[in-house]
């Protein structure tokens, strides 16, 4: 079953993000108060927390939620895998899949913090078709 595990924000793009208990998701919009919010395609980041066990593997310590700057760390979801357009339910929220992985902009905080970021090949990025509350323990299922 896939699963949140955690959501985090940030106040400015680029950094780390902070895990918070639940976030309000404003339809589209993102996450309220995130950097990264907006009237744009990447208006949510998700990254699964087996494409972070990877990095752990590799011998990176001290990764934990939010340190990719991912606003969702999900489990049990291969999300890399998902093809762009895919709709998912994730807590009383509908996101859209609008992007799989990114460019890495230079001096990102992230990949100078940990040597390697994730996130250019694993993670991906919705809009918000419908807001609502999304706290960790929430389901995420692929609508048909």
Do not use: Y
């Not at 994730?118 to 990025?125: D, K, L, S, V, Y």
């Amino acid at each position: 079953m896939a699963k949140v595990i955690s959501i985090n924000i940030s106040d400015k793009k680029g950094v780390i993000k902070t895990p918070i208990d639940r976030g309000i998701f404003i339809e589209e919009h993102g996450l309220k108060d995130d950097a990264h919010a907006g009237k744009w395609h990447r208006q949510v980041s998700l990254l699964a927390q087996e494409s972070i066990n990877k990095m752990i593997e590799m011998g990176v310590t001290g990764l934990v939620p939010g340190k990719f700057a991912e606003n969702i760390t999900t489990e049990g979801i291969i999300l890399h895998e998902l093809p762009v357009g895919t709709k998912l339910k994730i807590g009383d929220t509908i996101h859209e899949v609008t992007q799989i992985g990114k460019e890495c902009h230079t001096g990102c905080a992230i990949k100078n913090q940990v040597g390697k970021c994730i996130m250019p090949t694993e993670g991906i990025f919705t809009r918000v078709l419908k807001g609502g509350d999304i706290k960790p323990g929430d389901t995420i299922d692929i609508i048909k």
